[in-house]
């Protein structure tokens, strides 16, 4: 299996950027498509972008699309979620997620979780 990591969070205003890391540990980090979710309070947890095994492969929510970035340092085990043009709409936990798959959207496909990193945007 395989621990994830999450940081990078915090309090920024609207327009603002954030950069979310994920490290992780335990299997080869390789072999896993990587997700991005988040979860906004009352909401469920919704998917914001994924990356395939070796990258070549990205979708995104339309609601972030244009505005984020995922990339993968498979050398380093690490996913990074660049945030651009932040709108308090963005505000939620963000998790990173493992998938032995392919590149999926769909979050009952992610075995493994991260503990969640909080992302404030403030109007």
């Known amino acids: 299996q395989v621990q994830l990591v999450e940081s990078g969070g915090g309090l920024v205003q609207a327009g603002g950027s954030l950069r979310l890391a994920c490290a992780a540990s335990?299997?080869?980090?390789?072999?896993?498509?990587m997700g991005w979710f988040r979860q906004a309070p009352g909401k469920e947890r919704a998917f914001v972008a994924v990356i395939s095994r070796n990258g070549g492969t990205i979708y995104y929510a339309n609601s972030v699309k244009g505005r984020f970035n995922i990339s993968r340092d498979n050398a380093k085990n690490m996913v990074y979620l660049q945030m651009n043009s932040l709108k308090p709409e963005d505000t939620a936990v963000y998790y990173c997620?493992?998938?032995?798959?392919?590149?999926?959207?769909?979050?009952?496909?992610?075995?493994?979780w991260g503990q969640g990193t909080q992302v404030t945007v403030a109007s």
């Open positions: 335990g299997r080869t980090f390789s072999i896993y498509a």
């Open positions: 997620a493992a998938d032995e798959g392919p590149a999926r959207t769909t979050i009952y496909h992610y075995d493994y």
